[in-house]
């Protein structure tokens, strides 16, 4: 008998997995008569990415081949018919890690045209390798000592001042009450404004501020950075008294948000930025849906808080995909905290009402430069802050 051929037999043996699995709901573009062919595409493409007919054993077959559950009529939102469809994957194909559990869900058939991410389902038994949020709202509620108001957030910009000049902006939005000051996302270890002592001195000023105003503001510098340099600058930006860490995963993937996450020695609230992701999200028949991306990935990857553009700003999310958003990032998700929202992008004082009527109590702001358009930058904050805490009171008494 040949060496190479394999007994069915024996395969079904040594591949005897849980049965348990995990399930992705797409949403295809196209006639519901081309759906169901384009589903069974998707079942191979995402698991043995080998043809059908030539899948060597039923073993493989049965159990690693993903399975088509639904299939339902479902207009997109260009007005071009649709439907979705649910496909259950073994939880053993995703094995222990955040990599390939998103290379199962949406690996190759992000290149195809028409196929969108819409929603995620996953068994405790998977949930179990993710740590997922180490704050998250609860935790960072109680690191900030505020019980019950959104948070307030803003950026330090613009790119081109100098450490200096950054930390006497940072202490100033301090004494304002700022809950968390981060580095803008531009803000990275250029000539003009180096790493350490961008961080150095931003940590020293706004430590200065909360001993003068008795509350807690945090200092959040940005670490996207090469590879090999992510952890190293995080450990570096502790040492010297940041009390959380920015983090692009668009730019340095999701699973080096995990990495930071996962580090007990670092053990800091994490802020996830949006930056390079919204190529992923953008458009109705393709990419991941907004819930997903900046709601529940971001969730498993170890985000605290969610940064995205709001509604009303000078980026395009809608209402719908805001609150999607919103809800992906605070549903209950078994074990894993909930998050928070961070509506961003342009927003002014003038909607604060507004966005938190919208976004409700466990929302974080974020008001970048129309903070600035006073010359006094800490009564503008204290503006801020009041706006936040009177419009928490009225929701709560509605």
């Known amino acids: 008998m040949n060496s190479d051929a394999r ?9 005897s997995l849980s049965g348990e699995r995990f399930t992705a709901v797409y949403r295809l573009s196209g006639s519901a008569s081309e759906a169901e062919s384009r589903a069974r595409a998707i079942c191979l493409e995402q698991t043995v990415e080998f043809p059908d007919a030539l899948i060597p054993s039923e073993a493989i077959r049965a159990q690693i081949v993903g399975e088509i559950t639904a299939i339902a009529p479902c207009p997109i939102d260009d007005g071009n018919s649709g439907c979705e469809v649910g496909i259950r994957y073994p939880i053993e194909t995703a094995g222990r890690e955040f990599t390939q559990l998103l290379n199962v869900l949406f690996g190759n058939v992000a290149l195809q045209p028409g196929i ?3 929603r995620i389902e996953l068994p405790p038994r998977l949930l179990q390798h993710y740590r997922g949020p180490r704050f998250g709202i609860a935790g960072l509620r109680q690191r900030l000592g505020v019980r019950h108001r959104p948070l307030l957030c803003t950026a330090l910009k613009p790119m081109g001042l100098s450490p200096i000049e950054l930390a006497d902006l940072t202490y100033r939005l301090a004494l304002g009450g700022i809950d968390l000051i ?42 996207t ?27 340095t993937g999701l699973d080096s948000l995990r990495r930071l996450a996962d580090d007990d020695q670092l053990a800091l609230p994490l802020l996830s930025h949006p930056a390079l992701l919204g190529g992923l999200s953008l458009g109705p028949n393709q990419g991941v849906a907004h819930g997903v991306l900046f709601g529940t990935l971001a969730r498993l990857a170890g985000a605290d808080a969610t940064i ?17 958003i919103a809800t992906s990032a605070r549903t209950p998700l078994k074990r894993l905290a909930p998050i928070w929202p961070v509506p961003a992008g342009g927003m002014r004082l003038e909607q604060v009402p507004e966005l938190v009527r919208f976004y409700g109590h466990d929302s974080m702001l974020l008001i970048g430069g129309d903070l600035h358009v ?5 009564a503008r904050c204290r503006d801020f802050l009041t706006l936040v805490e009177q419009s928490a009171e009225q929701l709560s008494n509605h």
């Open 7 to 15: 007994d069915d037999g024996n395969e079904q043996s040594h591949l």
């Open 116 to 118: 969108r991410l819409q």
């Open 182 to 223: 981060k580095d803008d996302h531009g803000l990275s270890d250029q000539r003009f404004c180096p790493f350490d002592e961008r961080v150095s001195r931003c940590a020293e000023a706004v430590a200065r501020a909360n001993q003068k105003t008795g509350r807690t503001s945090l200092y959040l510098p940005n670490v």
């Open 225 to 251: 950075a090469p590879a090999d340099e992510i952890v190293p600058r995080a450990a570096r930006a502790r040492a010297q008294g940041a009390g959380g860490l920015l983090l692009c995963p668009g730019l």
């Open 308 to 324: 995205f553009p709001s509604y009303g700003g000078r980026f395009a999310f809608s209402t719908t995909e805001c609150r999607e």
């Open 374 to 378: 006073s010359p006094d930058l800490t």
